[in-house]
T-cell receptor, first 114, second 111 residues
Framework: GAGVSQSPSNKVTEKGKDVELRCDPI?????LYWYRQSLGQGLEFLIY????????KSGLPSDRFSAERTGGSVSTLTIQRTQQEDSAVYLC????????????FGPGTRLTVT | QKEVEQNSGPLSVPEGAIASLNCTYS??????FFWYRQYSGKSPELIMF????GDKEDGRFTAQLNKASQYVSLLIRDSQPSDSATYLC???????????FGTGTRLKVLA
């Protein structure tokens, strides 16, 4: 079956612009996760969803970052007034449920802020 | 702050040898543990998971878990150059169900 998909695969934006990153999880997966990975660094947790609800937003770096999920499926991560330090690969993952199941990653969106 | 520690490497092994990757974690309540492989420029790929103490084998891969020692490892038998990648250990947080990722061990298999 289809895996996790993300769009766009690459995004170049100017500092100060807003960007939206999209994640389409594996069909039937109720849990969805967003991570950020800067060049040569580990995975930084941003936020997760169980259904449409985000119980833990503690990983969002600042109030410029927000995320939503609608219909228990597609999720959008929005970064407002982008800064150069936001440049990274943004990874989405999904699992069958929050309390169990393996997590599978999408291909990521590479964001470059100029 | 719950932590996961891995030797960053690189761990260099000759082709055909056994590669041993180790991980320690601080969350005593963690019940499930995952190993991901990440090639340069790619996203992490799940290769193994283990929930119970002991060994779990899948092809050339064996995951080993010791909850008392808070230690999990991944063995790769008959290592191939195509196994060269960064291996990420990820226990699942017992309180929040988040995956806590280590920074990974870079493995280089020398032909």
């Amino acid at each position: 079956g289809a895996g996790v998909s993300q769009s766009p695969s690459n995004k170049v934006t100017e500092k100060g612009k807003d960007v939206e990153l999209r994640c389409d999880p594996i069909s039937g997966h109720t849990a969805l996760y967003w991570y950020r990975q800067s060049l040569g660094q580990g995975l930084e947790f941003l936020i997760y969803f169980q259904g449409n609800s985000a119980p833990d937003k503690s990983g969002l770096p600042s109030d410029r970052f927000s995320a939503e999920r609608t219909g228990g499926s597609v999720s959008t991560l929005t970064i407002q007034r982008t800064q150069q330090e936001d440049s990274a690969v943004y990874l989405c993952a999904s699992s069958l449920e929050l309390m169990g199941g393996e997590q599978y990653f999408g291909p990521g969106t590479r964001l470059t802020v100029t | 702050q719950k932590e996961v520690e891995q030797n960053s490497g690189p761990l260099s092994v000759p082709e055909g040898a056994i590669a041993s990757l180790n991980c320690t974690y601080s969350d005593r309540g963690s019940q499930s543990f995952f190993w991901y492989r990440q090639y340069s420029g790619k996203s992490p790929e799940l290769i193994m998971f283990i929930y119970s103490n002991g060994d779990k084998e899948d092809g050339r891969f064996t995951a080993q878990l010791n909850k008392a020692s808070q230690y999990v490892s991944l063995l790769i038998r008959d290592s191939q150059p195509s196994d060269s990648a960064t291996y990420l250990c990820a226990p699942r947080d017992s309180g929040t169900y988040k995956y806590i990722f280590g920074t990974g061990t870079r493995l280089k298999v020398l032909a």
